[in-house]
């Protein structure tokens, strides 16, 4: 028996498959969900983790991903289950998480087309149109420096 009407293909199609692009102005700047402009205000993305045994499995974290509608600014929505790429210049970082619970240890990330989920400490995206914020950094494990954290600023 199939736990999803019409098989897992119609599935991941009802998924969010969003991608948050820009060039560096505001002018070049989307949001779109399974290729459909996004009318958004707001953007918030933050994913933290406390690497367990640095095997690839993470331990604790959380991750919080919700856009805000620019016709109803004061409404949270949220990106997951499915798929988030950040497509900024010289970065390209995709959180991709399809549980129906959210279960934090089933969050993947890529950085550059490379799994790095082990890797990554945080994640920290905020767009804010209205207020004219735009901020973005990504903290990676450096294991070779006794777990040392470098940040890079991605936007």
Do not use: C
Not at 52 to 67: F, K, L, M, S, Y
Not at 73 to 89: A, C, K, Q, R, S
């Amino acid at each position: 028996m199939n736990p999803r009407p019409n098989g897992p293909r119609v599935y991941e199609q009802l998924l969010n498959n969003y991608v948050f692009s820009t060039q560096g102005d505001w002018d070049t700047t989307t949001l779109t969900n399974n290729g459909e402009q996004v009318m958004a205000s707001r953007l918030f993305v933050q994913y933290r983790a406390l690497h367990g045994d640095n095997q690839g499995n993470p331990g604790a974290g959380e991750v919080t991903a919700v856009w805000f509608d620019q016709d109803n600014p004061e409404e949270e929505i949220g990106f997951f289950p499915g798929m988030l790429t950040i497509d900024v210049p010289r970065h390209k970082i995709e959180i991709v998480n399809r549980d129906p619970h959210f279960t934090f240890e089933l969050t993947r990330i890529a950085y550059q087309g490379i799994e790095v989920t082990p890797s990554i400490s945080e994640i920290f995206l905020e767009i804010d149109a209205d207020k004219n914020v735009v901020q973005g950094w990504i903290g990676i494990y450096q294991t070779h420096r006794n777990n040392d954290i470098e940040t890079f600023t991605i936007l």
